[in-house]
Nanobody, 118 residues
Framework: QMQLVESGGGLVQAGGSLRLSCAAS????????MGWFRRAPGKEREFVAH????????RYADSVKGRFTIPRDNAKKMVYLQMVSLKPEDTAVYSC???????????WGQGTQVTVSS
């Protein structure tokens, strides 16, 4: 069992930056890959970024590649989403999740709202 709590969202102007945090509880955090997802109003949830258990491998949605990074700190049981050059289309509720099996995510956090104004 793991519990995830996101924080760090807010209102930012286009071109600005934010860092989202995802705090995990549970003893096996460093055994699991983690992902960030987002859901914009009226749209389906979409994949944003993924990091493997050690932090040595990451991948990103094409829409955020080059602007977002997903570091993790296993000692602190934290995963982050560093976002720069934000665009209005990045506005969404951002959630982190644990990859419990190949491509399957669980233990979703409650999400944190990111609003980018033009």
């Amino acid at each position: 069992q793991m519990q995830l709590v996101e924080s760090g969202g807010g209102l930012v102007q286009a071109g600005g930056s934010l860092r989202l945090s995802c705090a995990a509880s549970g003893r096996t955090f460093d055994s699991y890959a983690m992902g960030w997802f987002r859901r914009a109003p009226g749209k389906e949830r979409e994949f944003v970024a993924h990091i493997n258990y050690s932090g040595g491998r990451t991948r990103y949605a094409d829409s955020v590649k080059g602007r977002f990074t997903i570091p993790r700190d296993n000692a602190k049981k934290m995963v982050y989403l560093q976002m720069v050059s934000l665009k209005p289309e990045d506005t969404a509720v951002y959630s982190c999740a644990v990859e419990v099996a190949g491509g399957k995510f669980d233990y979703w956090g409650q999400g944190t709202q990111v609003t980018v104004s033009s």
